[in-house]
C-alpha cells in the first residue's frame, strides 16, 4: 500500500484564495510522505485507481496544524495568578534548577502526544535537556522544531547553553527524514551577556538555522530594555546583531509599537508567534496582529506551554486569537475567520521558513494531513457555497478532541482519535510519577535560598 487516498466530504487546503473542495480527496506516497494529487474526489479516483482508498465520510480534511510556541512541561496548574516575570521567578525558573532529564523527556513525550490527538503536526518546542525531546519528536512521529531554552548570564547558569544546543543541532537537525529541526533557542535577551548574543547568531549562520526568543512578551520586557539600553526590545535586538540569523521568530510581541513593526517587516526574515491565551492568562497584553498581517510579516499561532495555556489545543488558539482581537479592537469584523486558519497552518509555516513543504495541502508538500469530524453537534449546520460557515466553525466551534485522524509526512499516528505510537496511559504515568519529587526538590531550592537570602548560611 504504496498510494493512499483519503476521501471526505470536504478538503480544505489553505491555499491562497480560499478554496473549500467539496467530496475531495488527497492522494499520499506513504513511503516518501509527500502528497500526490488532490482535488474532486471523482477525478482523483479516476487518476490513481491503484490507490488503497480510506473514506471518511463525515469528516474534513485540512493541513495539520503548526504550533509556533510551546514549551514541553509538567506544571500544568500549578503556578496559577501571577504577572510573568514574578511567576517566573517564583515558579518556572527554580524548576528549572532542579529538572533532571528524565523528568524533560517524559514532559516532551506528554506534550507532542497532546499535540498530536489534538490535530497539531508541526510543534515549536523550547525545552530543557532536548536530546530526550528529539527522542520523543522521533517516536511519536511529530514534526518538531527544537529550541533549546539557553541562557548564558552568571545569574542564569542553570539552563541549556550554546554548547548543548550546538550539540542537539549537531545531532539531531534534519534527523528523521528531515521531520526534526533544530534552531538556536534563546530564553530572552537578558538571559545572556552580550558576546553570547554574536555567538548566537554566528552558530545560526554556520548551521543555517533560525534563531527563537521571546520579546515584547510584557509592558516589563519593554520598559526593562529601554532602562538597560535606551532601546525598545526590537531595535535592541537588532542592535546587538540578534535580527541577523538567517530566520528569526519572535514569541509574543505584545508591546511591538510601530516603528518596531515598520522594522521587522524591512528584514523580511522575522516571524511574530501569536499566543492569545498565555498573553491574556499572565495579563501580558494584546499582540498587534492586525498590524502584523497588513505590514507582511509572516504570524503564525501558538499555545505556549502547559503552565501558561493549560493545554495545547491550537483550535482552541484559533478562537481566542479571533475573540481576542475582535473584543480589543471593538470591531466584531476584525481577523477574518480565514486569516486565523491561515495563522494556524500556512501563516505558521511561514514563520519556520518551511511555507515550501508544509502549511497547505499541495501537491510535492508534505503529507501532513488531519481529518475532523463534522458530525457533531457543535459543528452544525455545516454549510458551503452562498451561505458558507465552515471558517467560522473551524475557529469558532471546533475543538481539538474533534480531530480523529492526524498524519505527518505520510504516517497515521493518530488514528479514530487514539495515538498510534505510544501508550497515553504510560505516558500519563510516567508524569505523575516524576511530578511530586519535582516539586519537592524545587520547594526544598526555595528553603534554602531563603536561608541564603537571610545570611543563615
Ligand atoms: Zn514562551
Redesign the pocket.
Known sequence: MRKLLLQADHVIPMTPGNEVITDGAVVVDTVTGIILDIGAAASVRARHQEATVRSLPNRLLMPGLVNG?C?SGILRGTAEGLPVWQWLQEFIDPMHRVLTPQEAEIASRLCYAEALLSGTTTIVD?WRFMHGSALAAKELGIRATLVPYVAEHPDHDYFETLQSNEEVIKTWHGQANGRIQVWVGLEHMFYAVPQAWKRATAMCRDYGVGLHT?SNESQFDVVETQKRYGLRPVQALEKFGLLDAPRVML?HGCWLDDAEISLLAERGNIGVIHNPTSNMKLASGVAPIEKLLAAGIAVGLGT??EKENNNLDMFEEMKFASLLTKVSSMNAAALDSWEVCRMATIGGARTLGLEQQIGSLEVGKAADVIAVRTNTPRMTPLLCGKYLNLHHNLVHAVQGGDVELTMVAGQIVVEDGHLKTASIASLIADANAVVPGLFERREAWLKNQRAVSRGAI
Open positions: 510556541h514549551h523550547m521571546h514569541a505556549d506551554g
